[in-house]
């Protein structure tokens, strides 16, 4: 993607002239209570507690500069820890971002990152924006984010909270990351939007591309699902990061049970990185707007489909 | 350093068995409502405040295998990101930790990571915990702490603060960390505790020089006394990281004013990394245990030795 290369450099620039095109570029947290350019920030927590989680964008393993833009990269790094907080039922508040980037990387290219953080917060978590983080060098591009978010007086929703007889419900649609991925494997691109050559698809299946290589590039979790189903009376929720039966798997062995699919799950049983929730509910809820069902809480443990043990093995990036 | 090397290594093990092997030596916070584990942790903020700040090592431009064990950066990086805490006058509580490690990396160097981190809060911020994190690959070694800290119902001890008339007052030895890296250029090895070839030096030397590298490799900043300090009525402060003299300037410019310095700066207006305290007091406080007079605020702006105005250059990571 051409928003990579480019003058001036950071090295050309120096810190001082990057930081000063990133800043006025991030949103404020409206729980702001003193921004960057301290030794550190300081934010409300209304509720008293605060919940925290973070997550990382490594260049090579986890993105391609020849895949994702700048904006692309600061989107998706912001999707992802917003969707964590989100899935403890907590209402993300605000980010850091610490970045590491080469000294030939063009400021324009900080700017971007700095882009798609700010229209991410804006368009999945209105309110939440960046207090701080740190910029330093490294020869691959390296994009670390550490999320909040406020419970509002509710009590987190765990994995470990399913019990037998809940309701398994997921929101989203399934697969459209994975699909995205293959995509991208297969020569397509995001911006400016190609499919592959020789790629003889009608308009339908166009659009369709373009939505999935948005959902693996640019996810955009639902995350006001996921504070309703918090609100609802959820027992057990997760964000669906490394595929849907695996993650299952996370929830059944921290609450001592089995997940049990149905029809719903055929077919995205492996589906990642889509960043819906996976939620259970107590029997008789009215599953909250976006839930469908997709199975239930069975005594047992591990995942099942129709009642016959599925196999999840993890995903691990050391070994993938 | 040895402690880089052997087997097996996190490819061998994978993710699960890494995690495994770190997570239990990591010190849990006495704020921990609900620890690592889930999507993400909850902690109390019993002030209703936190304080937040993060701070990168990334092997090449912050830190070198040859030089630093792991222990050494584990707990390097505690202690710069809870000084960063501090100097906004706020009691430590907590630290995220996100690690992207090459794979051929061995689990006993993220086992000596974490020693790091968890021996340096026991010993510079008891109570202070390792909430979570993230691990993830990468071709060098990096590591991002972010940190939390509680008010305890005081403000923020400002950079802007700083009044004409106020006491400049430092912490600890000045200068000691940089000798260390000139110690270590030369040859100069922690652990095993080495001096250069050739180097003829008496004990009290080599005793010396054993405390600029640890000032170097594990600094222990006096965090107490940047609580003191704003329990004493600093009108404004930060951790001295990329020297005395720049980082004075950082004071001046946010509060509109000059720092003037006296004899007790002459010698260490470049020492960088000591992670002491800066501080200005009004005039007339009773400079709390472990501060120093080193100068005043006067009217002007910049940085000046006896009056004569100095050239701060600031430090650049991208241009260095």
Redesign the interface.
């Given at each position: 993607v051409d928003a990579w290369t480019g003058s001036p450099t950071?090295?050309e620039?120096?810190?001082?002239t990057?930081l000063a095109a990133i800043l006025p570029r991030l949103p404020a947290s409206s729980l702001r209570?003193?921004g960057p350019?301290?030794?550190?920030?300081?934010?409300?927590?209304?509720?008293?507690?605060?919940?925290?989680?973070?997550?990382?964008?490594?260049e090579?393993?986890?993105f391609l500069r020849a895949w994702s833009s700048p904006y692309d990269l600061g989107w998706k790094l912001a999707a992802v820890n917003l969707a964590?907080?989100a899935?403890?039922g907590?209402r993300p508040t605000?980010l850091?971002?610490?970045l590491?980037v080469p000294?030939d990387l063009p400021v324009a290219a900080l700017e971007g990152i700095a882009d798609g953080l700010r229209e991410a917060c804006e368009a999945l978590a209105p309110g939440c924006g960046v207090?701080?983080?740190?910029?330093?060098?490294?020869?691959?591009v390296?994009a670390?984010a550490?999320?909040?978010?406020d419970?509002e007086g509710r009590d987190?929703v765990?994995?470990?909270g399913a019990r037998i007889g809940d309701i398994v419900a997921t929101t989203g649609a399934l697969g459209w990351a994975t699909q995205g991925w293959r995509w991208l494997e297969r020569g397509a691109r995001l911006e400016p939007f190609s499919l592959p050559e020789g790629a003889d698809v009608g308009e339908a299946t166009r659009v369709r591309a373009r939505s999935q290589l948005l959902a693996q590039l640019r996810p955009s979790p639902k995350l006001g699902h996921a504070i309703a189903a918090a609100v609802a009376g959820a027992t057990s929720?997760?964000?669906i990061s490394d595929g849907l039966a695996l993650d299952a798997g996370r929830i059944a062995a921290?609450s001592g049970v089995r997940i049990d699919f149905g029809d719903g799950a055929v077919g995205v049983l492996d589906a990642a990185e889509d960043h819906a929730f996976l939620t259970t509910f107590p029997p008789g809820v009215t599953l909250p707007d976006g839930f469908s069902p997709i199975g239930s809480v069975v005594e047992g443990s591990g995942v099942s489909l129709h009642g016959e043990p599925l196999e999840t093995l993890?995903w691990?990036?050391?070994?993938a």
């Amino acid at each position: 993607v051409d928003a990579w290369t480019g003058s001036p450099t950071v090295g050309e620039a120096g810190e001082l002239t990057a930081l000063a095109a990133i800043l006025p570029r991030l949103p404020a947290s409206s729980l702001r209570l003193l921004g960057p350019g301290d030794d550190a920030a300081v934010i409300a927590a209304p509720d008293g507690r605060y919940v925290v989680t973070s997550d990382s964008m490594v260049e090579g393993p986890d993105f391609l500069r020849a895949w994702s833009s700048p904006y692309d990269l600061g989107w998706k790094l912001a999707a992802v820890n917003l969707a964590d907080v989100a899935a403890m039922g907590a209402r993300p508040t605000a980010l850091v971002v610490a970045l590491a980037v080469p000294r030939d990387l063009p400021v324009a290219a900080l700017e971007g990152i700095a882009d798609g953080l700010r229209e991410a917060c804006e368009a999945l978590a209105p309110g939440c924006g960046v207090e701080g983080g740190d910029l330093a060098e490294s020869p691959v591009v390296t994009a670390v984010a550490t999320a909040f978010g406020d419970l509002e007086g509710r009590d987190p929703v765990r994995r470990s909270g399913a019990r037998i007889g809940d309701i398994v419900a997921t929101t989203g649609a399934l697969g459209w990351a994975t699909q995205g991925w293959r995509w991208l494997e297969r020569g397509a691109r995001l911006e400016p939007f190609s499919l592959p050559e020789g790629a003889d698809v009608g308009e339908a299946t166009r659009v369709r591309a373009r939505s999935q290589l948005l959902a693996q590039l640019r996810p955009s979790p639902k995350l006001g699902h996921a504070i309703a189903a918090a609100v609802a009376g959820a027992t057990s929720m997760l964000d669906i990061s490394d595929g849907l039966a695996l993650d299952a798997g996370r929830i059944a062995a921290a609450s001592g049970v089995r997940i049990d699919f149905g029809d719903g799950a055929v077919g995205v049983l492996d589906a990642a990185e889509d960043h819906a929730f996976l939620t259970t509910f107590p029997p008789g809820v009215t599953l909250p707007d976006g839930f469908s069902p997709i199975g239930s809480v069975v005594e047992g443990s591990g995942v099942s489909l129709h009642g016959e043990p599925l196999e999840t093995l993890g995903w691990d990036p050391f070994r993938a």
